[in-house]
């Protein structure tokens, strides 16, 4: 018997909860051993919950019990849940979790700490919710040099794109009907300006390059400057937009942004629609791997997290080899970095001729402006181009 604590009964503790109960035959089988919660911690009371035999309200029962052998954190934020869980695998438990924040700060040091206590850290559900993708850049696509990640990382961006897309609707009644049906939360900055997607790209690029890429450094753009008239455009190309989160990797020179990209019918992220994620991962030997399915939600997450738990009860005196070290991965500034740009302008087509040269051009059905797509060109190179031109309205990049 495996004595597990869960920390947080919010939305993804309850799925948890709820998935080791449910699916408690599956789980136990797959583990060659049977799980038991023995403490729900949560600051809440939940009178009627089947958790409520267990609910503490401190930690230091959990901590300080050395029968509890995997904490499973699901509380999210980075305080208290970092020294939540350092001071857990300090005391000799594996730890799972969800939550990206903590991992995209501080994965590799606990890894570290749960390697130096022959313990496990483990962080499935922090990237596509229910999308097996971490275990896999870690432990299946160890023949091959990745060269490519490129994902649709976040759900509620995702929902919101599709619906304006389908819908013709504008961004702001769009994000507002999103958090009407509790899609999106209602403080959306993280989500919509791309600060939840930069994280999930710099934990998969870490575990890429086996070095510690900082989220803080990597180019964000959100969507919220998409609007109705660009997706006019996109429909008039035979195109989609989608936030894409993603990075490059070139033996030592790797490059990563996150930003809203057009994506061509035959890109294999296009029909990734609603708050499903999908992310493709490309190596040198085996091309490319798409991976897609519920990237945020109660059970989807819950599950990965509960694959984390299975692992660990199966290592319970080893660590698994997840190799990322503390060591920093430098990036390539993404002002060099090259991609071919939709331009939404009020400048004449000798105009765009004399600065663009030959480009394609793009009719939207727009009165007083067109559109038009330029050859391939560096950040830097189009920022010059696009202030010698002036006139923009609006640009967003397409995807490779
Ligand atoms: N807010 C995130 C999303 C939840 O919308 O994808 C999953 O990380």
């Known amino acids: 018997m495996v004595k597990v604590a869960?920390?947080?009964?919010?939305?993804?503790?309850?799925?948890v909860f709820e998935i080791i109960k449910e699916n408690n035959d599956v789980v136990n089988e797959k583990s060659l051993n049977d799980i038991d919660i023995k403490y729900v911690l949560d600051l809440r009371e939940f009178p009627g919950d089947p958790c409520e035999n267990v609910l503490v309200h401190d930690y230091d029962v959990i901590l300080n019990d050395p029968e509890v052998e995997i904490v499973i954190e699901v509380m999210g934020g980075l305080h208290p849940a970092y020294e939540f869980v350092k001071a857990a695998l300090e005391a000799g438990k594996s730890v799972a979790t969800s939550n990206k924040e903590l991992v995209a700060k501080y994965g590799a040091e606990l890894i570290n700490i749960a390697k130096s206590h022959k313990r496990n850290f483990l962080f499935e559900a922090a990237v596509g919710g229910g999308i097996p993708i971490i275990r896999p850049i870690n432990m299946h696509i160890t023949a091959d040099r990745i060269q490519q990640i490129a994902g649709i990382m976040n759900g509620t961006t995702n929902y919101i794109l599709t619906k304006m897309e389908k819908e013709g609707a504008d961004f702001d009644s769009t994000l507002k009907q999103a958090q009407d049906l509790g899609y999106a939360e209602r403080n959306p900055e993280a989500d919509i300006e791309g600060f939840d997607a930069v994280r999930k790209i710099a934990i998969l690029t870490s575990l890429a390059v086996e070095k510690t890429v900082n989220f803080e450094e990597i180019y964000t753009e959100g969507i919220s400057k998409i609007t109705s008239d660009d997706f006019k455009y996109a429909k008039a190309m035979g195109k989609t937009i989608k936030l894409i989160a993603e990075s490059k990797i070139d033996g030592d020179k790797v490059v990563a942004g996150v930003a809203p990209m057009l994506l061509s019918e035959d890109h294999p992220l296009?029909?990734?629609?609603?708050?499903v994620n999908g992310i493709l991962v490309r190596g040198n030997m085996v091309g490319d791997l798409?991976?897609?399915?519920?990237?945020?939600?109660?059970?989807p997450t819950a599950s990965a997290v509960v694959s984390?738990?299975?692992?660990?009860?199966?290592?319970?005196?080893?660590?698994?080899?997840?190799?990322?070290?503390d060591k920093k991965q430098e990036l390539?500034?993404?002002?060099?970095?090259?991609?071919?740009?939709?331009v939404r302008t009020k400048a004449s087509q000798p105009e765009i001729k004399e600065i663009f040269g030959d480009v394609e051009y793009v009719d939207g059905g727009m009165a007083g402006e067109g559109?038009?797509?330029?050859?391939?060109l560096s950040e830097k190179e189009f920022e010059i181009k696009a202030s010698d031109l002036g006139k923009i309205i609006s640009r967003i990049r397409i995807a490779d």
Do not use: M
């Open 290 to 299: 798409v991976f897609i399915g519920s990237g945020a939600g109660k059970l």
């Open 308 to 325: 984390d738990v299975v692992d660990c009860i199966r290592h319970l005196n080893t660590s698994t080899t997840i190799i990322w070290e």
């Open 6 to 15: 869960i920390l947080g009964y919010g939305t993804v503790g309850s799925g």
């Open 371 to 376: 559109g038009f797509i330029t050859g391939p």
């Open 270 to 275: 296009y029909s990734v629609n609603g708050v």
């Open 332 to 342: 390539q500034s993404f002002q060099d970095s090259v991609k071919r740009f939709f």
